[in-house]
């Protein structure tokens, strides 16, 4: 059952990205950035279908992904990208939604975003310089997210030599909304946050936490490095909509607290589910 929801989530990704391309973007001469950016340029200089572009070009990768990467992250790319350029090309005809290159961007974005961002959930890619970003990654001191924009800059930048320079401002515009969607997709509309906490009042602060708030805490045994104390260091995972009434608990409880709090990508296990405190 978790293969097929995998699949049919990468489906239904590439399906998406595929419409969001080839009913908002194209139309518009507005372009996406890594991959797909270098495959609408290259089909609108030379008139051939963009996902015959979208599939050759990503061959590469593909390969380089099976070897870095893994066999599982490579299969599930080559998936997605198949049912992405198939669909693109099954687009063809149809014509776009609007010809407005605002709303093309806008909505075009948001599209893309959620299709490629299901893709990435489900364990895949649709795009080639991910994978290239993931094994530079390895070799240089930035980060995947670093790499990726620095490529995307100069693809997005050439939209402006083909297209005009009203469009390549478009397409930063698209890519952005898309960039943005993506995260939202990929971890979910409501962020969670780890909290430490140190205060000698740390009993009150948990029951506080465990009564008002709803959330589980953890008593971590610590020790001061400067004045080699022992400390009692609280730690706990809350939702974005909790981290103000946190703050409000911990002031009025101990002003002088120290108070540290992360975004946390994914949480699972454990007794994060919030209890009721009604």
Same mark, same amino acid.
């Given at each position: 059952?978790?293969?097929?929801?995998?699949?049919?989530?990468?489906?239904?990704?590439?399906?998406?990205?595929?419409?969001?391309?080839?009913?908002?973007?194209?139309?518009?001469?507005?372009?996406?950035?890594?991959?797909?950016?270098? &495959? @609408?340029?290259?089909?609108? *200089? =030379?008139?051939?279908? %963009?996902?015959?572009?979208?599939? !050759?070009?990503?061959? /590469?990768? #593909?390969?380089?992904?099976?070897?870095?990467?893994?066999?599982?992250?490579?299969?599930?790319?080559?998936? &997605? @990208?198949?049912?992405?350029? *198939? =669909?693109?090309?099954? %687009?063809?005809?149809?014509?776009? !939604?609007?010809?407005? /290159?605002? #709303?093309?961007?806008?909505?075009?974005?948001?599209?893309?975003?959620?299709?490629?961002?299901?893709?990435?959930?489900?364990?895949?890619?649709?795009?080639?310089?991910?994978?290239?970003?993931?094994?530079?990654?390895?070799?240089?001191?930035?980060?995947?997210?670093?790499?990726?924009?620095?490529?995307?800059?100069?693809?997005?930048?050439?939209?402006?030599?083909?297209?005009?320079?009203?469009?390549?401002?478009?397409?930063?515009?698209?890519?952005?909304?898309?960039?943005?969607?993506?995260?939202?997709?990929?971890?979910?509309?409501?962020?969670?946050?780890?909290?430490?906490?140190?205060?000698?009042?740390?009993?009150?602060?948990?029951?506080?936490?465990?009564?008002?708030?709803?959330?589980?805490?953890?008593?971590?045994?610590?020790?001061?490095?400067?004045?080699?104390?022992?400390?009692?260091?609280?730690?706990?995972?809350?939702?974005?909509?909790?981290?103000?009434?946190?703050?409000?608990?911990?002031?009025?409880?101990?002003?002088?607290?120290?108070?540290?709090?992360?975004?946390?990508?994914?949480?699972?296990?454990?007794?994060?589910?919030?209890?009721?405190?009604?």
């Amino acid at each position: 059952m978790k293969i097929i929801q995998r699949v049919v989530m990468m489906l239904l990704g590439a399906m998406l990205a595929a419409v969001g391309l080839e009913e908002f973007l194209i139309p518009n001469d507005i372009i996406d950035g890594g991959i797909t950016g270098i &495959s @609408i340029i290259l089909s609108h *200089v =030379t008139g051939i279908r %963009l996902g015959i572009f979208l599939f !050759v070009l990503n061959l /590469p990768f #593909l390969i380089v992904g099976y070897q870095q990467i893994g066999r599982t992250f490579a299969w599930s790319t080559l998936f &997605s @990208i198949v049912v992405l350029s *198939v =669909t693109a090309t099954l %687009l063809v005809p149809v014509p776009g !939604v609007t010809d407005d /290159p605002l #709303l093309a961007a806008v909505f075009g974005g948001i599209i893309v975003g959620i299709g490629v961002g299901l893709v990435i959930r489900s364990g895949g890619s649709s795009d080639g310089t991910e994978v290239v970003a993931v094994v530079l990654n390895r070799r240089l001191p930035w980060s995947i997210g670093q790499l990726i924009m620095f490529m995307n800059v100069f693809i997005l930048g050439s939209a402006g030599f083909f297209f005009g320079w009203n469009r390549a401002m478009y397409s930063l515009i698209a890519y952005f909304i898309a960039f943005k969607t993506i995260d939202v997709v990929t971890t979910g509309f409501e962020e969670t946050k780890s909290v430490w906490i140190i205060s000698d009042r740390y009993r009150e602060i948990g029951d506080a936490m465990l009564h008002r708030l709803g959330r589980g805490v953890t008593y971590l045994q610590g020790e001061g490095a400067f004045t080699g104390d022992d400390k009692k260091v609280l730690f706990s995972v809350i939702s974005r909509l909790e981290e103000a009434k946190l703050k409000s608990i911990v002031e009025d409880l101990d002003e002088d607290a120290f108070l540290a709090i992360a975004p946390i990508a994914e949480v699972r296990g454990g007794r994060f589910k919030k209890r009721s405190i009604h």
